[in-house]
């Protein structure tokens, strides 16, 4: 596993994160500017989720705020790790409702684009829709298959979750909207992924596992699901089976250059 600059913010006996100042800053510099980024661009349900949750903007919130709203309404809540945890871990918590969050904040230097999922990430991108059933459904099933999975099996399933639950947009009847919430906590990817430079093409589950991907550039493609619902049909059908059957075909030719080393 990579090694990472921060660490995560350990809490008191009664479970309070105390954050410093500049760190408060940051959150409120990150959430101010991306709500506004995100509007015409985020889906209903995320915006749904957004107004549930209600977050506050000066501060950090406290996983708790956080968990007395997700748990309510689909049974879900967050839990604190580290900057980044094993697949193993990261599947375990999603197969028991958990959302894994890491308890730090980006620097300042690093306003823009980070690569490990910090806490603005986890908690403006993802917990939003973890109050829409149809999502938290789909992310609770991928954790318990994920759970069962075999090394190999995994690396497809990571890319299904890649193109999906971080970097997914979907038709609406108001036009094509983000659902990832790799996208929607990011200020440059939200106005490129809807903009035309990248490719879009219709959400194909086999499709998605066989497209490899890298974490540090802008998504060259993007898949489209027809509705959010979509999601909840997939956690039923045999995802397992797609997996088995993407292995068999193999990877698409990437559609970036190789990292320099």
Known sequence: MKSTQYVA????????IDYGEGEHQVWNTLIT????????????EYLD????????HERIPQL??????????????????????????FFELLASKQFPVATFIRSPEELDYLQEPDIFHEIFGHCPLLTNPWFAEFTHIYGKLGLKATKEQRVYLARLYWLTIEFGL????????IYGGGILSSPKETVYSLSGQAEHLPFNPIEAMRTPYRIDILQPLYFVLPELKHLFALAHQDIMGMVDQA???GLHT???????A
């Not at 913010?9 to 309070?16: C, E, K, T, V, W």
């Not at 500017?33 to 209903?44: D, F, N, P």
């Not at 989720?49 to 506050?56: A, D, F, K, N, R």
């Open 9 to 16: 913010r350990q809490p008191d006996a009664s479970g309070f």
């Open 49 to 56: 989720g957004i107004e549930q949750l209600g977050l506050p």
């Open 33 to 44: 500017r991306q709500l506004k980024v995100i509007e015409g661009r985020a889906c209903q």
């Open 170 to 177: 979907v038709d609406t009847s108001q036009g094509r909207r």
């Open 64 to 89: 708790d705020e956080v968990n007395r709203v997700l748990h309510a309404a689909t049974g879900w809540r967050v839990t604190r790790v580290p900057a980044l945890i094993p697949f193993q871990t």
């Open 254 to 260: 990437p559609k970036f250059s190789p990292k320099a």
């Open 247 to 249: 292995m068999q075909m």
